[in-house]
T-cell receptor, first 112, second 116 residues
């Protein structure tokens, strides 16, 4: 059974800092991995999707990397801003028709 | 601005009562998912539909939960009878599947359910 872990559960950083959010998964046979953002009281918003054959994806100040063999992914946020404060979840998919298995998320607080 | 609409946003009910949650997926999307989110368990998939057909409801307690799509514009999740342990946020998400497994999911704002 796939398990997705995100540690730490919470993180507080000063504005402007570059930061890395970690995600690990137990079964390296994944189809794709996604990073989501969740604001308080809201649903999830998809940020980046990495295919199993890819190493990274970039969108603006966000960069997600994938190392399947070690069962790890990182989300890099450059020049963090208070508006980046949210919970970030990663999710992996085992096959094209498989369900997404989510981590519990990392709650990020960026202090002005 | 297309979005997934869920109603009600909040629901407080007493144990044993029936609860119905509704979801309007984004027009044109062919997949609908129901998730439950709790602090302890995180996000759990309850049910998954493609082209209105249920594909996976293995995560749903069958004795009390049921999920349906009466038409392409409406998905429902019912709990009967509800129990305090059902208290959670229930999310609906929709996407456009092309068979590649890479569809982007769009989530609603959720239904916060409290069963007393």
């Amino acid at each position: 059974k796939q398990e997705v872990t995100q540690i730490p559960a919470a993180l507080s950083v000063p504005e402007g800092e570059n930061l890395v959010l970690n995600c690990s998964f137990t079964d390296s046979a994944i189809y794709n991995l996604q990073w989501f953002r969740q604001d308080p009281g809201k649903g999830l918003t998809s940020l980046l999707l990495i295919q199993s054959s890819q190493r990274e994806q970039t969108s603006g100040r966000l960069n997600a990397s994938l190392d399947k063999s070690s069962g790890r992914s990182t989300l890099y946020i450059a020049a963090s801003q208070p508006g980046d404060s949210a919970t970030y979840l990663c999710a992996v998919k085992g096959g094209a028709n498989s369900k997404l298995t989510f981590g519990k998320g990392i709650t990020l607080s960026v202090r002005p | 601005d297309a979005r997934v609409t869920q109603t009600p946003r909040h629901k407080v009910t007493e144990m044993g009562q029936e609860v119905t949650m509704r979801c309007q997926p984004i027009l044109g999307h062919n997949t609908v998912f129901w998730y439950r989110q709790t602090m302890m368990q995180g996000l759990e998939l309850l049910a998954y539909f493609r082209n209105r057909a249920p594909l996976d409801d293995s995560g749903m307690p069958k004795d009390r939960f049921s999920a349906e799509m009466p038409d392409a514009t409406l998905a429902t999740l019912k709990i009967q009878p509800s129990e305090p342990r059902d208290s959670a946020v229930y999310f609906c998400a929709s996407g456009l599947s092309t068979g590649t497994g890479d569809e982007k999911l769009f989530f609603g704002s959720g239904t916060q359910l409290s069963v007393l």
